[in-house]
């Protein structure tokens, strides 16, 4: 196998559809123990009221923080550093970038406004879809930005546009959300943390599948081979 056919693999070994028929049993024994109206109360069948709240918590301040990034470019065609870019890493998220990303910037003098801005989008959308009890997939998030709908909420498609054209992906966001907010989950803190919210999170009634992040990036389509931040970026130290 070649090193790219072995990176598919996640520990070198198990491939994508072994990785899928686990998850399939797993939630399957889930289900056994549940009556048919205590799934039903779970979004597609798996994303728990609690797992979803946190999602929505961590989509939006991700996106709150980033366009108060945004709103730090002073003049139109101004470029920010990726020094700049990594020192307020906790709020740009470059860290969930792949590298090969962040050099194409360094190759372009910096980041454009427009670039953070289209990020941004991508995790205001990721709140949009859980706000309306709706998985957000890498399959729909995609779409919905390059088509500028969904349900009811209208998008700037241009900004998605840029967004891909740098080398920005829907996924990247995704991975973001999904390993941030297992981190607070488990940890206690990664952007924001747990016991702030707790109150807000715990209203809704403890679940089985609350803590099953293996399960929601299946289902929302993020992989070891599309997606694996926070990236360390050692190679950019001379930028």
Not at 90 to 115: H, I, M
Request: include cysteine; charge should be negative; glycine fraction near 6%.
């Amino acid at each position: 196998m070649t090193h790219g056919e072995i990176a598919g693999y996640t520990d070198g070994w198990l491939s994508p559809r072994l990785s899928e028929m686990f998850i399939a049993a797993k939630l399957k024994k889930i289900h056994k123990s549940m009556t048919h109206g205590e799934i039903a109360g779970y979004t597609d069948g798996w994303l728990s009221p609690r797992l979803s709240e946190m999602f929505i918590i961590t989509a939006e301040l991700i996106h709150e923080d980033m366009m108060g990034f945004v709103d730090t470019y002073r003049r139109k065609g101004q470029m920010k550093s990726l020094n700049k870019c990594i020192e307020y890493m906790d709020v740009t998220r470059v860290d969930y970038l792949p590298t090969s990303v962040l050099l194409a910037q360094c190759n372009r003098d910096g980041f454009e406004k427009a670039f953070f801005e289209a990020y941004a989008y991508t995790f205001k959308t990721i709140a949009d879809y859980l706000h309306r009890s709706r998985v957000p997939t890498l399959k729909s998030v995609h779409r919905a930005l390059l088509t500028g709908r969904v349900d009811d909420m209208e998008y700037d498609t241009r900004k998605y546009e840029h967004f891909i054209e740098m080398g920005g992906r829907a996924e990247y966001a995704l991975d973001a959300v999904l390993t941030i907010t297992q981190n607070v989950l488990f940890n206690g803190q990664d952007t924001w943390s747990y016991s702030e919210y707790q109150d807000e999170i715990e209203a809704f009634e403890e679940t089985p599948l609350d803590d099953c992040f293996d399960i929601a990036r299946s289902k929302m389509g993020i992989t070891n081979v599309n997606a694996h931040g926070p990236y360390e970026h050692d190679i950019l130290e001379n930028y």
